[in-house]
């Protein structure tokens, strides 16, 4: 069985105040039933390792090192603290020009350097109304997810562009849609074991209040939430529905 998992990711959110919603969240969670990651920006994962959540980096850099000023590697986020970094979010794609081919390489990165890697694929709403989510979600998929990986250590994101922090959500017959063709394309590329063992989130626009309605959907092994995971209280809600239907 995949063991369940919410991930937080901050974005360009939170200074050293906080924190205190990391410590809330391990205080109220000690022994969770699902797994729990908060992915903060990067100046704060060394401060809030050790603190009793897992963290995770929100970009890297498909080099180990080198002249990439302003840029971090996996191997400095696992330094850091870090257990798992995300690939490939919509935002990276969209404002760095992120290619699948460079999404790829910087899964190769994270997974050489020890690191799980959430690599997101996702449509855009031009994209959805033309009828061609599917065709854009199996393009993704084949350019940005490495050969030969290990499924228990890669996450997919499915995270519909126009979702993301609109408050608009697919119906759940259309993330079942999404996310079944997801399993169906991983096994058909790596085989029934290793496509099953990938855990499929789903990402965009998650709250307390849909949470449990998306996780009902087949193949919807947790969440990638954005900004309902900045506050421990908010995040908890999704948590608790996560491990109601664990």
Known sequence: M???LAAGNWKMNGTGDSLTEIEALAAAYPAPGVDILICPPATLIG???????ALGGQDCHAATNGAHTGNLSADMLRDAGATSVIVGHSERRTDHGETDATVCAKAQAGLAAGLDVIICVGE???EREAGQTLDVIATQMDGSIPDGIDGARVVLAYEPVWAIGTGLVPDTAQIAEVHSAMRARLTDRFGADTGDAVRLLYGGSVKPGNAA??????DVDGALVGGASLKAADFGGIIDAL???A
């Open 243 to 245: 491990e109601a239907g």
């Open 213 to 218: 309605e998306i996780f009902a959907v087949a």
């Open 47 to 53: 401060r809030a390792a050790g603190k009793g959540i």
């Open 2 to 4: 995949r063991r369940k």
């Open 124 to 126: 855009t709403l031009a």
